[in-house]
């Protein structure tokens, strides 16, 4: 027996309790195979969790900033009895998940990484995605650290910490879900949700090692989440594997759970896009970017180099300010008269760019980007995907972006090939390739406008052929 949307979404008044419901469904009904280890209990992967955040050698403390222990304890518990009982709410029944900081929980402010905002009215609901989370029986353990207000991709804090990465401590995690991927990558949590205006899901994957999703911006409701860009926000999900990306991508969109079915490599064409994402690669991810390359060839996908002016054209309506830059002024124009001082002046300074940027200004970038997405759309039309470096360098060290320069400069570049999936409207995911022994490196696929069930399918197949 399915579960059909609507009666899906309803089971958010039965997560913590066993219902009679017709909506809950045998476990050997399901329509989804699970994400999670079948012979561990919710409740002791969760005490794993929490061990894992709580331990002072560990990356916790700057990982999560606030723990639900009770709360997620009773949510596990209640995940068993269900399990017990032969019933399940879906595959996410009983994952252990953490939320990113600018999320919206009851009863509690929204602070977005900031200490601008920590005495904030608490919000009086819990955003969309968080309530389908919990309706589908996961286990919300932690918020986790983040970007201030989400703006950067390299990750660091300096209000609550830096979260080291999982492969050095003394670099970098990647943004703006720096908490979401070392939560995942040391085990604080199974998959850990984020948010992406120019890569934030996936910078911090390829960073720390780990699988990052960025859906078509109106799949997942970005209600409850503090706003960076209105424009080119999105909600997505950060794992060890792609079933479990695609697994939370469906429930936060209120799809049907589905199953992924590899889609078949033999024949698909993907093209790998010329000029820009190939600029000022690192040797480690030119090199490790060729291979993956030359092993996607041999398990049959046709790749073709693919000239893209349309990302000169792109960089042309940034010129004068991003998205980012201009919306993110209109929201904090009024914090930064008052509390300037109070936030990070990296940060401050991105923001500050939008301060003379007019209306007509704005106006021909919403109109120009709006003629880009669909001419992107139409040349992308005779291709399954692209396929390219998430960034073209590895996590650089905190030391390296201690100064503006510095930051700036590995600012630019880490968000620079994740910010066209943004810009398009695209969606688009970020692969571990394989490492012996170095530093992380992603590989990112991206696909069409609404494609998302493809683009999973083929990344299923492609993080097959790297797990050979």
Not at 152 to 177: E, K, L
Request: some cysteine.
């Amino acid at each position: 027996m399915k579960i059909g949307r609507r009666q899906f979404l309803r089971l958010a008044g039965t997560a913590a309790t066993l219902s009679a419901s017709p909506c809950v469904v045998r476990a050997e009904e399901k329509a989804a195979k699970t994400v999670l280890p079948p012979s561990h209990s919710a409740r002791d992967r969760l005490e794993e969790s929490l061990a894992r955040i709580a331990n002072p050698k560990g990356e916790g403390a700057r990982a999560c900033l606030t723990v639900y222990a009770q709360t997620a304890r009773s949510a596990a518990d209640a995940a068993d009895a269900r399990a017990r009982a032969g019933v399940t709410l879906g595959p996410l029944d009983g994952a252990i998940i953490s939320i990113k900081d600018l999320f919206d929980v009851a009863g509690e402010p929204t602070r977005a990484g900031s200490k601008v905002l920590v005495d904030a009215p608490p919000a009086s609901t819990d955003a969309p995605v968080v309530r389908r989370l919990r309706a589908a029986g996961a286990v919300i353990v932690a918020k986790t650290n983040m970007v201030e207000f989400a703006f950067s991709g390299i990750g660091t804090n300096p209000h609550y910490g830096t979260p080291g990465n999982p492969a050095d401590r003394t670099r970098v995690p990647g943004g703006s879900s720096s908490g979401a991927a070392v939560a995942v990558a040391d085990g604080m949590c199974e998959i850990g949700i984020g948010t992406d205006t120019g890569g934030s899901t996936r910078v911090p994957a390829a960073f720390c090692g780990v699988v990052g999703y960025k859906p078509t911006k109106a799949r997942v409701p970005t209600e409850g989440a503090f706003p960076l860009s209105f424009t080119l926000d999105s909600v997505g999900p950060i794992a060890r594997s792609v079933a479990a990306c695609a697994t939370a991508d469906a429930v936060m969109a209120g799809d049907d759970p589905w199953g992924i079915e590899p889609a078949p490599l033999q024949g698909l064409r993907l093209g790998i896009p010329q000029g820009l994402p190939l600029r000022d690669l690192d040797q480690a991810v030119a090199a490790r970017f060729s291979d993956a390359a030359k092993e996607l060839a041999r398990a049959g996908m046709r790749l073709s180099d693919e000239p893209l002016p349309l990302l000169d054209n792109m960089v042309r309506v940034n010129s004068k300010a991003t998205f980012a830059v201009a919306e993110s002024y209109v929201i904090h124009r009024e914090k930064l008269a008052t509390r300037g001082a109070d936030f990070d002046p990296f940060v401050r300074s991105r923001i500050e760019g939008g301060r003379t940027l007019s209306a007509a200004d704005y106006m021909a970038m919403l109109r120009d980007r709006a003629a880009l997405v669909r001419a992107m759309d139409v040349r992308l039309s005779d291709l399954d995907g692209l396929v390219l470096p998430t960034t073209p360098i590895v996590a650089p060290t905190i030391a390296e972006v201690s100064t503006a320069e510095g930051f700036t400069a590995k600012n630019g570049l880490a968000l620079r090939n994740p910010a066209i999936a943004n810009f398009f409207d695209l969606c688009a995911i970020s692969l571990p390739l394989p490492r012996a022994g170095s530093l992380p490196v992603g590989l990112m696929l991206v696909a069409r406008n609404g494609h998302d069930h493809r683009l999973f399918r083929i990344a299923a197949a492609v993080e097959r052929v790297f797990a050979a």
